[in-house]
């Protein structure tokens, strides 16, 4: 097993756990439960280098078509429960890039969407967790029942228990389809005031940057649900990355073409588009594997949440890093609390970039962006990080000793290795 952006360089071996009564017999060594690996870096990668694979424990249990209240297996996916039920008028209320997460691995991050601003995150959305500890204890808790569980737990990067089942409430949804409409703006300035109107206006609102142009122009998109009755089932990806090419083709002349290709080709009609929720909700599923493209080294995500004026400060030092990408995305997040204690999403603007893996050069960009995000109060992704040090992240998690203090001692990520045990 290795995460999406492609590490360890030693994959991690798997075990695959079905059902819930095969746990028992797993607790023996140190272990992580992970779930599809979507986390871009090492948060679901064990210390021990031993993972336990919860995605065939992938039933739906129960669901009430009249409160739109779903419980399910842990390793379900997320677009195996919209396949299920926007047919019946529910929809996940927040969902992230891709439809591939489980729902343990959407709690254990608490990942957000591009309705950050109106819905919160994941775990706004949970009511109640079924946890299993490696001394075979089992704890139901939700927020009002053994809560110190329940808020450990989301957002508590699987370290609290193995996560079972999951209790979500779905919100009511009257079809498939959605409207969008995309704004190009020339500036980031011009980003701002766009987000600052829409976000009171329009239930999702994301914009992507040209992040090597100088004046950082993008594209802003927009949109809402309509009703209209026709089905929109989620498609299977059109074409897949077949195999990891030794060397990548995303290098800094394909990106420019490639930016500046899509800022000028993107057509920006007056009026909206109706468009199927799985290519407005997870576009890049449409191509499988695509990480493959950044070749046998892989690729680094980085992504934090700064006050917006810090925004500009961080493009300066990537466009002068000459190293950027076409992935990058922009999107201001509301003051919706998380009931998780260590939730990433907070009042400010986040900033999300893949950057392929060059190393020391890598390294030493990611010091120069954790030296303004720190002194700005802000916060890196743990979701998607594999480089953060271990101050940066105590000061920006500072429930951290809370979750380090309900952790099974069974179970332990590379990760929380890395940023809770160096000095
Ligand atoms: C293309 C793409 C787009 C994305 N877009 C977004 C986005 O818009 N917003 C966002 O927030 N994130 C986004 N992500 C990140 C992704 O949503 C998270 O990394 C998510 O946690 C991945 O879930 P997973 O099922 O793959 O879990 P994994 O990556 O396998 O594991 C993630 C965490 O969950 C824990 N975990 C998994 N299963 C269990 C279990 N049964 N019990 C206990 N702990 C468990 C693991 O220990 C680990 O800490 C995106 C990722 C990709 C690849």
């Known amino acids: 097993m290795r995460s999406w952006g492609g590490l360890p360089e030693h994959p991690q071996r798997s075990r695959s756990l079905n059902w819930r009564d095969e746990l028992a017999e797993c607790w023996d060594e140190p272990t992580l439960a992970v779930g599809a690996g979507r986390s871009y870096g090492d948060c679901g990668l064990a210390a021990s280098g031993e993972v336990l694979c919860t995605t065939g424990m992938n039933r739906m249990l129960q669901f009430d078509q009249n409160s739109g209240v779903l419980r399910c297996e842990a390793g379900v996916s997320l677009g195996d429960i919209l396949r299920h039920t926007v047919p019946a008028g529910w929809i996940l209320p927040v969902l992230p890039g891709t439809q591939y997460v489980t729902v343990a691995g959407a709690i254990a991050n608490?990942?957000?969407?591009?309705?950050?601003?109106?819905?919160?995150?994941?775990?706004?959305?949970?009511?109640?967790?079924?946890?299993?500890?490696?001394?075979?204890?089992?704890?139901?808790?939700?927020?009002?029942?053994?809560?110190?569980?329940?808020?450990?737990?989301?957002?508590?990067?699987?370290?609290?228990?193995?996560?079972?089942?999951?209790?979500?409430?779905?919100?009511?949804?009257?079809?498939?389809?959605?409207?969008?409409?995309?704004?190009?703006?020339?500036?980031?300035?011009?980003?701002?005031?766009?987000?600052?109107?829409?976000?009171?206006?329009?239930?999702?609102?994301?914009?992507?940057?040209?992040?090597?142009?100088?004046?950082?122009?993008?594209?802003?998109?927009?949109?809402?649900?309509?009703?209209?009755?026709?089905p929109a089932p989620l498609r299977e990806p059109r074409f897949r990355v077949p195999f990891t090419p030794p060397l990548s083709p995303v290098n800094r002349f394909t990106l420019r073409a490639f930016n500046s290709l899509y800022y000028h080709r993107q057509r920006l009609r007056?009026?909206?588009?109706?468009?199927?929720?799985?290519?407005?909700?997870?576009?890049?599923?449409?191509?499988?594997?695509?990480?493959?493209?950044?070749?046998?080294?892989?690729?680094?995500?980085?992504?934090?949440?700064?006050?917006?004026?810090?925004?500009?400060?961080?493009?300066a030092i990537i466009r002068r890093s000459a190293q950027g990408s076409f992935l990058a995305v922009l999107k201001t997040f509301g003051d919706l609390q998380s009931p998780g204690l260590m939730s990433f999403p907070r009042p400010g603007v986040t900033l999300a970039l893949d950057f392929p893996w060059r190393g020391s050069a890598t390294l030493e960009l990611f010091a120069q962006l954790d030296a303004v995000v720190g002194s700005n109060d802000g916060a890196i992704y743990p979701a998607k990080d594999a480089h953060m040090q271990g101050a940066d992240f105590r000061r920006a998690y500072p429930a951290w000793e809370t979750v380090e203090r309900l952790r099974d001692p069974r179970l332990k990520s590379l990760l929380w290795q890395r940023v809770t045990e160096d000095s």
């Not at 020339?186 to 992040?211: G, K």
């Not at 799985?278 to 080294?297: Q, V």
């Not at 690729?299 to 500009?312: D, E, G, K, S």
Request: hydrophobic fraction near 40%.
């Open 110 to 230: 608490d990942v957000h969407g591009k309705n950050h601003h109106g819905f919160g995150t994941f775990g706004r959305h949970v009511k109640s967790l079924l946890l299993q500890r490696s001394d075979r204890e089992l704890i139901e808790c939700s927020a009002g029942n053994r809560s110190e569980w329940f808020s450990a737990s989301i957002a508590g990067l699987g370290l609290t228990g193995v996560i079972l089942q999951a209790e979500l409430q779905l919100k009511p949804v009257a079809g498939a389809w959605l409207q969008c409409d995309t704004v190009r703006f020339r500036e980031l300035a011009e980003f701002f005031a766009l987000s600052e109107e829409s976000d009171q206006n329009y239930e999702y609102t994301v914009a992507w940057i040209d992040c090597l142009h100088a004046r950082s122009r993008g594209i802003f998109s927009r949109a809402w649900h309509i009703e209209d009755a026709r």
């Open 270 to 315: 007056g009026h909206p588009d109706t468009i199927p929720l799985g290519d407005w909700f997870f576009p890049l599923d449409s191509i499988g594997s695509w990480n493959r493209l950044y070749g046998s080294r892989g690729f680094r995500q980085y992504q934090c949440v700064v006050p917006a004026p810090v925004v500009r400060d961080l493009l």
